[in-house]
């Protein structure tokens, strides 16, 4: 199994117990970069593998394609963890990792471990407070969208159509013993509870 692991913003006391108990665990850790290797360090012995800043794609595309092979051979039978700075799951070196693992290793099973990431820990570092709608961009076009506190799933999904959206997850009391995951549009509920999310997406 392949891993990616949040390491958080930087303060190694941040890094989640879950993630300190994987990296533990490991059969081999990776990490894009010193900072996250300074973050392992006290938990397990960490490669970095390099993933240069280029626009040139095919450049780029050789170099992910390269260390997807060495990463699916040896986390078909292990756990292998990729480390990183902040959440894997949000504007991640691990996102495009999984893109190409997907594409050509798609027996090797993944899945991730959430971090503390650059929107949470700018708010604790600057005293933010949000309590409504915020956006975050990274300059790109939205491809994304998330509903919190979506009690009426079917209807929030409805409203998204229009805006170009076409494919939805529900989600409901994530990480606890009733969580509920539902993948398929047919099958979202009418309704929902005040823990419940929808993940929009534009393909």
């Known amino acids: 199994m392949l891993v990616g692991v949040g390491l958080g913003p930087g303060d190694p006391e941040l890094l989640t117990l879950k993630a300190v108990e ?5 059969y081999k850790v990776y990490v894009p970069g010193r900072l996250a290797a300074d973050l392992v360090a006290p938990y397990a012995d960490a490669d970095i593998l390099e ?7 095919e450049v780029l595309n050789a170099i992910w394609k390269k260390n997807a092979d060495m990463l699916a051979e040896e ?12 959440d894997p799951n949000f504007f991640s070196t691990f996102t495009h990792l999984k893109r190409v693992m997907k594409k050509f290793y798609p027996d090797v099973e ?8 650059s929107i949470t820990s700018f708010a ?4 933010a407070e949000v309590d409504s709608s915020f956006e975050v961009s990274d300059g790109s ?10 009690s009426r799933p079917r209807e929030i999904i409805s409203s998204f159509e229009k805006e170009g959206y076409n494919k939805f997850t529900f ?5 606890s013993q009733n969580e509920l995951i539902i993948t398929e549009k047919e099958k979202i509920p009418e309704k929902g509870n005040y823990f419940s999310i929808i993940f929009a997406e534009k393909e």
């Open 22 to 26: 994987t990296l533990k665990k490991a």
């Open 171 to 175: 989600a409901e009391r994530l990480f």
């Open 51 to 57: 993933f240069p800043m280029l626009t040139d794609y």
């Open 75 to 86: 986390s078909r039978n292990n756990l292998v963890v990729f480390g990183l700075i902040g």
């Open 124 to 127: 604790a570092q600057t005293g």
């Open 141 to 150: 076009e939205s491809q994304y969208k998330i509903r919190l506190k979506a």
């Open 110 to 117: 993944m899945t991730t471990i959430p971090g503390i990431s």
